[in-house]
């Protein structure tokens, strides 16, 4: 459903791979006893998730001496800002990294104040969001939002909506294969490209598969959240090597006039090439090895 939304309005499924997230992440972590207080989702509310942890923006948590919370500070790469409701926060606490459950309609929150200057992505309505002691509910204890199953599940979910986004970008060049207007070479970088899509489709749909057999998403028992991480790693390279191709063969065989004289397809070239820096590229290839290199056997299948 991502991939298809995605491969229609890149913003659009951008926003909701997030509140899907947000979805997911209340029903896994709002199971322990220990979080009463997380509110369930209600119809009609729109739900972001803000956990980017850049060096130049922090959020730190503050608990009050009746066990509420507020939090204060600037959260940086904020989707969403104006069109959700409620947002799940990443907050520095005392006991450490914690996610909280914000209400956006409070006193203290306020959005737009600036971040985001790039022509990409540009309808996501990323912001940097400023709060001053906003009242926020704890969800999970201290690294929970890290620490399960489901963290890499929603990882993948973004990689759905890039491969969306790719199969847009390069529609271009099997409209220009139908219409005659493509010579060898240009009818090879389509082999390549419809190669390459169909093989991310595939990967991401036996991660799928595979998601539906288990574990719990809200398992985090360390072997299993080490396997999900390394699954989803190997999705995200897989779709982003698939996406980056997509993009560069379309422009090698189409040349600048789709990227000229065509503004949606400009606009989703651009889209696309933003949020695939959501991956951490050889950072996470790094960590890919790492995982394979920790195994006993070594089965890449």
């Given at each position: 459903?991502?991939?298809?939304?995605?491969?229609?309005?890149?913003?659009?499924?951008?926003?909701?791979?997030?509140?899907?997230?947000?979805?997911?992440?209340?029903?896994?972590?709002?199971?322990?006893?220990?979080?009463?207080?997380?509110?369930?989702?209600?119809?009609?509310?729109?739900?972001?998730?803000?956990?980017?942890?850049?060096?130049?923006?922090?959020?730190?948590?503050?608990?009050?001496?009746?066990?509420?919370?507020?939090?204060?500070?600037?959260?940086?790469?904020?989707?969403?800002?104006?069109?959700?409701?409620?947002?799940?926060?990443?907050?520095?606490?005392?006991?450490?990294?914690?996610?909280?459950?914000?209400?956006?309609?409070?006193t203290g929150v306020r959005t737009g104040?600036?971040?985001?200057?790039?022509?990409?992505?540009?309808?996501?309505?990323?912001?940097?969001?400023?709060?001053?002691?906003?009242?926020?509910?704890?969800?999970?204890?201290?690294?929970?939002?890290?620490?399960?199953?489901?963290?890499?599940?929603?990882?993948?979910?973004?990689?759905?909506?890039?491969?969306?986004?790719?199969?847009?970008?390069?529609?271009?060049?099997?409209?220009?294969?139908?219409?005659?207007?493509?010579?060898?070479?240009?009818?090879a970088h389509l082999g390549a490209v419809?190669?390459?899509?169909a093989a991310a489709g595939s990967v991401?749909?036996?991660?799928?598969?595979?998601?539906?057999?288990?574990?719990?998403?809200?398992?985090?028992?360390?072997?299993?959240?080490?396997?999900?991480?390394?699954?989803?790693?190997?999705?995200?390279?897989?779709?982003?090597?698939?996406?980056?191709?997509?993009?560069?063969?379309?422009?090698?065989?189409?040349?600048?006039?789709?990227?000229?004289?065509?503004?949606?397809?400009?606009?989703?070239?651009?889209?696309?090439?933003?949020?695939?820096?959501?991956?951490?590229?050889?950072?996470?290839?790094?960590?890919?090895?790492?995982?394979?290199?920790?195994?006993?056997?070594?089965?890449?299948?």
């Amino acid at each position: 459903m991502l991939a298809g939304l995605a491969a229609d309005d890149l913003d659009l499924a951008r926003l909701v791979e997030a509140h899907l997230d947000a979805l997911a992440i209340l029903d896994e972590l709002r199971r322990p006893a220990s979080t009463p207080a997380v509110p369930a989702p209600l119809p009609g509310q729109r739900w972001a998730v803000w956990a980017a942890e850049p060096p130049n923006g922090r959020v730190d948590a503050e608990q009050r001496r009746d066990g509420t919370w507020r939090l204060s500070g600037v959260k940086r790469w904020c989707s969403g800002s104006h069109a959700c409701t409620h947002a799940l926060v990443t907050a520095r606490a005392g006991d450490g990294g914690r996610l909280f459950a914000v209400d956006l309609s409070q006193t203290g929150v306020r959005t737009g104040v600036g971040g985001w200057e790039g022509l990409g992505m540009s309808g996501s309505g990323t912001e940097d969001v400023e709060l001053d002691a906003v009242p926020a509910a704890a969800v999970g204890g201290p690294g929970a939002y890290l620490e399960r199953v489901g963290f890499w599940y929603g990882a993948m979910g973004v990689a759905a909506c890039w491969h969306g986004g790719a199969v847009a970008v390069g529609r271009p060049l099997w409209e220009a294969a139908r219409g005659g207007g493509l010579d060898p070479h240009g009818r090879a970088h389509l082999g390549a490209v419809d190669t390459v899509l169909a093989a991310a489709g595939s990967v991401l749909r036996e991660a799928a598969a595979t998601a539906d057999r288990g574990p719990d998403p809200a398992t985090s028992d360390p072997p299993s959240v080490r396997l999900a991480r390394r699954r989803a790693l190997r999705v995200r390279a897989v779709v982003e090597a698939a996406a980056t191709q997509t993009i560069e063969r379309v422009g090698r065989a189409l040349g600048p006039r789709p990227l000229a004289t065509d503004a949606a397809h400009s606009r989703r070239v651009t889209d696309l090439t933003v949020y695939l820096r959501q991956s951490h590229a050889e950072r996470d290839l790094a960590v890919l090895g790492d995982l394979a290199a920790g195994t006993e056997e070594w089965q890449p299948w």
